[in-house]
């Protein structure tokens, strides 16, 4: 596809692609027929990430660090210059940031975390907003990856908790702000996926009596069915909040 040619399909950015739920959102919608912009820290992270994929040739790897203003516009810059256009974004890169209590949580540990998860929300937020705001057709959608810990900590998580609600007001303000110009902004809350993050789970994670106990978790598939889901909805319709969990895990009750 050259650059003047336009997209023949919708155009879809996520976030860090390179890994975990990203990679198989992003092979998700590579198979369902989007253009697809994966972006993560490292290039060759990403192009495993998407190799053997259905509809791998409608990808386009650009390495970004969410976190850096300069890099984000350069991402959506290389996505304009390819295609014209964002019809999706999946707010996906995140860190699990210090596991302490507050008072042993380096401060710079505690601004690293807020920087992925929260600024680097909003900076990747920012410059999808102003494309969709921008180009014709005009709209588009956001979907931010919030986590259950948007909704409840888990033991010895104040900066990764702190962000993830963070983001949930940002995906408040993005769904009001949007609407004057068909922008849509949804979250989805994940709890125990079964990715390289949470494989530890199984064995044992930190309980709110502190204990610690197997958690189960659940195919990672089913939430790029979920995001394809809310991605595929008309602009007229949003998945406000949308959550999924592994039946059993420990979250309604937690504490």
């Known amino acids: 596809m050259t650059e003047d040619q336009g997209p023949t399909s919708p155009v879809a950015v996520v976030t860090g692609a390179g890994s975990g739920i990203g990679k198989v959102v992003a092979r998700a919608f590579l198979g369902a027929g989007y253009c697809v912009a994966v972006t993560g820290r490292r290039r060759e992270r990403l192009e495993e990430a998407i190799a053997g994929a259905d509809g791998a040739a409608g990808a386009l790897v650009v390495p970004a660090d969410v976190g850096d203003p ?6 959506f810059a290389a996505v304009r210059a390819r295609w014209g256009r964002v019809d999706v974004l999946f707010n996906n890169a995140g860190t699990f940031g210090p596991a302490a209590p507050p008072d042993e949580i380096p401060v710079d540990a505690w601004l690293d975390t ?3 998860n929260l600024t680097g929300a909003f900076l990747c937020a920012r410059a999808a907003f102003a494309t969709m705001r921008a180009q014709s057709p005009q709209g588009g959608r ?3 990856n919030g986590s259950i810990s948007a909704q409840v900590p888990r033991p ?3 900066a990764y908790t702190s962000t993830k609600h963070g983001v949930t007001g940002l995906t408040k303000s993005l769904s009001l702000d949007g609407r004057p110009f068909g922008i849509a902004c949804g979250q989805i809350d994940i709890g125990n996926a079964a990715t390289d993050m949470t494989a530890g789970f199984s064995a044992g994670a930190r309980q709110a009596d502190g204990s610690t106990a197997p958690e189960a978790t659940f195919d990672v598939a089913h939430v790029a069915d979920a995001v394809l889901y809310m991605a595929g909805l008309p602009l007229e319709a949003n998945v406000q909040f949308l959550t999924i969990a592994a039946r059993t895990m420990p979250y309604i009750g937690r504490g």
């Open 156 to 158: 010895w998580s104040a």
């Open 142 to 144: 956001i979907i931010n």
């Open 70 to 75: 300069d890099s984000v516009d350069e991402l």
């Open 114 to 116: 807020v920087r992925t």
